[in-house]
């Protein structure tokens, strides 16, 4: 019997860690199969599709540049990747290519387990950035009962994904942050600020009540100076590694039919993985 072949493409994708996490999850549970690295430029992405099903591919996940035209590939979307408007992973079912998107899993997984009962009651969150990563955390906060408020510094981006989700979702420029935030349970970093290599992020966590969260989805450093600041002022914090590992829970369950377990293990080994290729992580 073939040996059951997953993959990450991207385009560059020497970066990923999920090859690691993913090979983790096959030696702990003895599975013959393997989860590949794929960079495919752009120019390339119809071909590999091409030949997907006869390669033997039993599903994969997308990453930048492909998250949007993968959509146009596959011969179903899930619900989450329509309303998200990108896809993350890939997988076959009945037959048919599914894209899907579990970002918005990932993102809440992670809150779920750092901060258990965060969301009870609903409340206010305030999200900083209007990317690709944005969209879903958006939607996995709606899908909790909490009304957002979208701060970009490009207000007419914010405004674009309010229009979007419609109905609990509030456009805002970068300075409407203060004030937002005297009200808000949950303060989110949707942007690449604070990550090495880029200017840190500056908020004034001043505003934010004693019982606020606070949740950088950069995982590079793991605390970032926003964690920092939140922790100095006795707030919880939520790092973005976490993200990382509970998005690719149902990936891994979709390909080889076992739900993993995210082990202090693993996210021990990740942890070392990227202080030692990152200096100052």
Known sequence: MTAAR?????HPIAHSRSPMLHGYWLRRYGIDGSYERLDIPPAELGAFFDRFREAGWIGGNVTVPHKVAVME?????????RAIGAVNTLWWEDG?????????????????????????GGGRAVVAGAGGATRAIVYGLLGRGLEVALCNRTVSKAQALADHFGRGVTAHGSAAIPGLLVDADLLVNATSLGM????????????????????????????TDLLKAARARGLRTVDG???????AVEGFRHWFGRTPEITPELRRILVDDIRAKTPGA
């Open 73 to 81: 590939r596959v011969d179903r979307i899930d619900d989450a990747a």
């Open 241 to 247: 590694l976490g993200m990382l590992l509970h998005q």
């Open 6 to 10: 997953a993959f990450v493409m991207g």
């Open 96 to 120: 048919r290519l599914v894209g899907g998107n579990t970002d918005a899993i990932g993102f809440i997984g992670n809150i779920d387990e750092r901060v258990p009962g965060w969301s009870e």
């Open 196 to 223: 090495v290599g880029q200017p840190r992020l500056e908020i004034d966590l001043s505003p934010l009540k004693p019982s606020a969260v606070v949740y950088d989805i950069v995982y590079v450093p793991l605390e």
